[in-house]
C-alpha cells in the first residue's frame, strides 16, 4: 500500500489531469519562451542537465517544465520534488507555479524536504519522536572546546563550528578530519588534531543530549534510506520527478541523498553554472555538475546564455572576468548575450582612503536617489561584512535608508513578529466592538495597519542616523508598503481587501520566506547576494588582499574568488561601479593596489605578466587577441537572428540558414592541417578545429585582420598560421604551405587549442558541428 508522505496531495487536486482541456492547453505554458527556454520546458524525459548563465531566466525555464509537464499529463504536481537550497528560492518557485495554476507541487530544500521525510519515517522505523533539532550548534561548539581545554576567540568559534560543518556534509568522521583536511588543502582555523578533539566532543554532547544539528538531518535521512530499503522504495513511489536548482554548489553528502531519492530511475532535471561556484568552502563542489553527461550519457543538455538582466556594457565586464580564468570551472564558461538594450559604462574609481570611498559611494547613490531610481534597487556589496560599518555611517550622513542583508529573515525579527500579532489581533476585533487602535482610522487598509503600527514606532518619517532604532523603523515601513501593495492589486481582482485578508497574506509569505522590499538601499556581502539583481550595483573595496581575499593562496582558491567577483557583477542590470581605497584611513601610507582581477578590464590597465595566480597570466596570449574583438551580440549573417550556441557564433550563421561553404578550400584546409598537426606531433584539432575550418571556408577572410576575426583564431593562431591560411584562401596547394613554428613547437601539448580554439572545446561536451561537412572525432565529443 503507498502512504502519501507529509506535505503532499492525497489527490490529484489543483491539476490538470482530471480536465481533458487541460492537455489541449499545455501549449499555452510555453508562450512568452525563448527558443532555449522552450527547450528545457518540453525537455520532460530522461535525465536533463541545464547549463544556465546569470540572468538567463533559469526559474522561469524550470518551472514552466514542471507546469508543462503537469499539464501535459507526463507528470503529477504531488510526484514533482523541486530542491533547492534556500527558503527563498523555494518560496519564490511554489509562487511561479501557483500563478502558472499549478498547486501541489513540493518546492524545498534539501535539508527541509530531509526532515519532513525523518519526521514521518523515524517514530515507525525507529521509534519515538525524532530528536530535537539544534538551531544554532555554536554554544555547543564552545562548551566541547571547553571541555578540551581549547580557549577560542569569537573568530576562532565560528571558523571551528564552519570547518565541523564541512568535515560532515564531506562524510568525514572526527577520526579521519586531520587526513581529509589535509588532502582538500584546507587552511584550517586550529591544529587539525585539535579540531578532530573539538568535533569528536561535540558528537558526544549532541548525543548525550538527544539533539540533532542540521547536517545530521542529511546524514540521518541517507543512513535511513540506505539501511531500509522498504522506507527507500517509499519515497521513490512518491516522488517520481526530481528538479535540482543551484546544482553546482551540492555537497557530496547532498548528492548521495538525492541518489537515494532517485533510485534507478532517470527523472532528474539539474540546473547550474559552474561559473558561480562560490561556496566550496562549505563543501560544494560542481564536479557533479561538470561530469554530469559522464554519469548519464543519454542526457539532454541545453545552455540558456540569452542575458535579461543585464545590459550589453555589464555583459561584457562579466565575460572579460571569465576570459581570463582558469581551470576547470573556467573550460565550461558560458558566454552571455545580452538582450537588452545599451547602457551605460561601468564606472572605475580609485580613492585615497576608505571613508572616502564610503562617502563617494553614498554620493553617487543619492545622485541615483534623485534622478529616481528607487533604494530598494540599489545595493553596495563587499567581500567581508566588516566592511559594511563605514557604509552605514556614509549612507546616513547623507540621509539614505539602507538595510542590512545576511542578518536574521525578516519574519523572524522582533519587531516583525510582534506587528503580526497586533494586526491578527486587530483583524479578530474587526468583526466586533471597535478595536481602539482603529477608532479613528480611515476604512482603507494601509491606513489601518500604519494605525496599528504607530503604537510600536512606526512614523511618516524615517528617524535620524543609523543603528537598531532605524532598521525597526525600515521593517514597519516594509510592512505598511506591502499593504499598499496588497491592497491596490486586491481591488484590482475586485477581492476584499482588509485586515484578516492582509494577515492571511503575511502568513503565506511567511511561510514562503517571501518577504517584502524593504526601501532602503542594501548593504550585503557577495556571498549573501547569490540569486539577487538590482538595477544599480556598487562593489566596493576591490583592492588585492580583499579581492582575491588574503587567505586565498592556491590556484583554485584565487578562481573562486574570480568567480565571486563575477556573482557581484552580474547582480547588476544597468548601473554597475567598482570602487577600492589605497590606504584604510585618511593620511594613511598608500600602499593597496586594485584588485587584479580588473587588470585588461578598467581603463588604462593591462593583464600582469606573472605567474598564474595574478589574474590569469602565463598564457593569455590566445586571449589577448581575443580581447580587442567586440563582445556585442553577434548575429547570422544571413537571417538576422542573434546567435546563441558556440559553433553558431564562430560561423556567424544559424545552423539551418544556408552555408556559403567553399568545399575545395576546406578541402584544402583539412589537407593543410593534417600536414602541419603531423610535423608538430600534435592532434589535428590543436592546430584548429573543424568547426574554425568550416568557418574560414564559408568567410574566406582575405586579410589578416579579417581571419582574426574569426573565433577560434587567436593571436598566437593567427601568428603562427595567419600567412599559411591566407595562401591557401588565395588557392595556393597544400603541400606548397608551411606554418610558422615556433621553436619547441613540436613538443607542444593542447595547450594552444584551449587559447586558441576555447570557443569549440571549453564547451562542456561540444557542440553539434553543421551537418555540411563530417567532423572528426576530438577528446571533447
Not at 404 to 419: I, N, S, T, W
Request: charged residues 25%.
Amino acid at each position: 500500500m503507498q502512504v502519501e508522505l507529509p506535505g503532499t496531495l492525497p489527490s490529484f487536486a489543483g491539476s490538470h489531469e482530471a480536465d481533458p482541456g487541460g492537455r489541449r492547453d499545455a501549449d499555452a505554458v510555453l508562450a512568452g519562451l525563448d527558443p532555449e527556454q522552450r527547450a528545457v520546458a518540453t525537455a520532460l524525459h530522461g535525465p536533463v542537465c541545464v547549463l544556465a548563465g546569470a540572468g538567463t531566466g533559469k526559474t522561469r525555464a524550470i518551472t514552466h517544465r514542471i507546469a508543462y509537464g503537469v499539464r501535459s499529463g507526463v507528470m503529477q504536481p504531488q510526484r514533482v520534488l523541486a530542491v533547492t537550497f534556500t527558503a527563498r528560492a523555494a518560496g519564490e518557485m511554489r509562487g511561479r507555479l501557483r500563478q502558472l495554476g499549478v498547486e501541489g507541487v513540493q518546492a524545498r530544500t534539501f535539508h527541509a524536504a530531509a526532515l519532513r521525510q525523518l519526521q514521518y519515517f523515524w517514530p515507525r522505523v525507529i521509534g519515538g519522536e525524532l530528536p530535537r533539532l539544534l538551531e544554532r550548534k555554536v554554544q555547543l561548539v564552545a562548551e566541547a572546546a571547553g571541555r578540551c581545554r581549547i580557549r577560542l576567540e569569537r573568530t576562532e568559534l565560528r571558523d571551528l563550528t564552519a570547518e565541523i560543518e564541512w568535515a560532515k556534509v564531506t562524510q568525514t568522521v572526527p577520526e579521519d578530519y586531520p587526513a581529509a583536511a589535509a588532502k582538500s588543502g584546507r587552511e584550517t582555523p586550529r591544529d587539525p588534531a585539535e579540531i578532530r578533539q573539538v568535533y569528536k566532543v561535540y558528537e558526544e554532547l549532541k548525543r548525550d543530549r538527544g539533539v540533532i544539528d542540521f547536517e545530521d538531518v542529511l546524514l540521518l535521512a541517507v543512513g535511513v534510506l540506505d539501511d531500509r530499503p522498504e522506507v527507500a522504495e517509499q519515497v521513490r513511489a512518491q516522488y517520481q520527478h526530481f528538479v535540482v536548482d543551484e546544482y553546482q554548489d551540492v555537497s557530496p553528502l547532498q548528492q548521495r541523498l538525492l541518489d537515494l531519492w532517485l533510485g534507478p530511475r532517470s527523472s532528474l532535471c539539474v540546473v547550474g553554472d559552474a561559473s558561480q561556484t562560490i561556496y566550496s568552502f562549505t563543501g560544494a563542489t560542481p564536479e557533479y555538475l561538470l561530469g554530469f553527461r559522464t554519469r548519464h550519457p543519454d542526457a539532454t543538455v541545453i545552455k540558456l546564455v540569452r542575458d535579461y538582466r543585464s545590459t550589453p556594457q555589464v555583459v561584457h565586464l562579466a565575460n572579460g572576468l571569465l576570459a581570463q580564468a582558469r581551470g576547470q570551472a573556467a573550460q565550461h564558461r558560458l558566454e552571455l548575450v545580452s538582450q537588452r538594450d545599451t547602457g551605460p559604462e561601468p564606472v572605475y574609481l580609485e580613492y585615497p582612503d576608505e571613508p572616502a570611498e564610503a562617502e563617494g559611494t553614498a554620493k553617487r547613490i543619492r545622485a541615483l536617489l534623485d534622478s529616481g531610481v528607487r533604494a530598494s534597487e540599489i545595493a553596495v556589496l563587499f567581500r567581508v561584512n566588516a566592511q559594511s560599518e563605514v557604509y552605514e555611517q556614509a549612507l546616513a550622513d547623507q540621509g539614505v535608508p539602507y538595510q542590512l542583508r545576511g542578518a536574521e529573515r525578516f519574519f523572524e525579527r522582533p519587531e516583525v513578529r510582534e506587528a503580526g500579532l497586533l494586526l491578527r489581533g486587530a483583524a479578530r476585533a474587526g468583526g466586533g466592538p471597535v478595536d481602539p487602535l482603529l477608532e479613528e482610522t480611515p476604512e482603507r487598509l494601509a491606513d489601518q495597519v500604519r494605525a496599528v503600527l504607530s503604537t510600536r514606532g512606526f512614523t511618516p518619517q524615517p528617524p535620524a542616523g543609523s543603528g537598531a532604532v532605524r532598521e525597526r523603523w525600515e521593517s514597519l515601513a516594509a510592512l505598511v508598503r506591502l499593504s499598499e501593495d496588497f491592497e491596490a492589486a486586491q481591488h484590482a481582482a475586485q477581492q476584499p481587501a482588509n485586515l484578516a485578508a492582509y494577515v492571511a497574506e503575511l502568513d503565506a509569505r511567511a511561510a514562503a520566506q517571501h518577504a517584502p522590499a524593504v526601501e532602503g538601499v542594501t548593504l550585503a556581502s557577495l556571498h549573501s547576494a547569490k540569486g539577487l539583481e538590482w538595477d544599480a550595483v556598487f562593489l566596493v573595496g576591490l583592492t588585492e588582499g580583499m579581492m582575491p581575499i588574503t587567505y586565498a593562496k592556491t590556484d583554485e582558491q584565487i578562481e573562486e574568488e574570480r568567480r565571486l567577483l563575477y556573482v557581484g557583477v552580474t547582480r547588476a542590470r544597468v548601473h554597475l561601479g567598482l570602487s577600492w581605497a589605497l590606504a584604510r584611513s585618511p593620511g594613511g601610507r598608500a600602499s593597496r593596489s586594485p584588485s587584479r582581477f580588473l587588470d585588461g578590464l578598467r581603463p588604462g590597465s593591462a593583464l600582469r605578466a606573472t605567474g598564474g595566480g595574478r589574474g590569469g597570466a602565463g598564457g593569455q596570449g590566445g586571449q589577448g587577441g581575443r580581447a580587442s574583438r567586440s563582445r556585442s551580440p553577434i548575429k547570422c549573417r544571413v537571417c538576422g537572428r542573434v546567435l546563441t550556441e558556440a559553433v553558431e557564433r564562430k560561423l556567424r550563421r544559424c545552423e539551418d540558414c544556408p552555408s556559403t561553404l567553399d568545399e575545395g578550400l576546406y578541402e584544402r584546409l583539412r589537407d593543410w592541417r593534417g600536414r602541419t598537426a603531423k610535423e608538430q606531433g600534435l592532434p589535428g584539432y590543436c592546430v584548429f578545429t573543424d568547426a574554425t575550418l568550416i568557418a574560414i571556408a564559408e568567410q574566406q577572410p582575405g586579410s589578416l585582420p579579417d581571419l582574426g576575426q574569426i573565433s577560434g583564431v587567436g593571436r598566437a593562431k593567427l601568428d603562427k598560421y595567419g600567412e599559411a591560411v591566407l595562401s591557401l584562401c588565395a588557392g595556393a596547394d597544400p603541400s606548397g604551405v608551411e606554418a610558422k613554428l615556433d621553436a619547441g613547437a613540436g613538443t607542444r601539448s593542447g595547450g594552444d587549442a584551449e587559447q586558441g580554439d576555447q570557443g569549440d572545446i571549453s564547451d562542456l561536451w561540444g557542440d553539434p558541428a553543421p551537418a555540411t561537412t563530417p567532423v572528426e572525432d576530438s577528446p571533447e565529443k
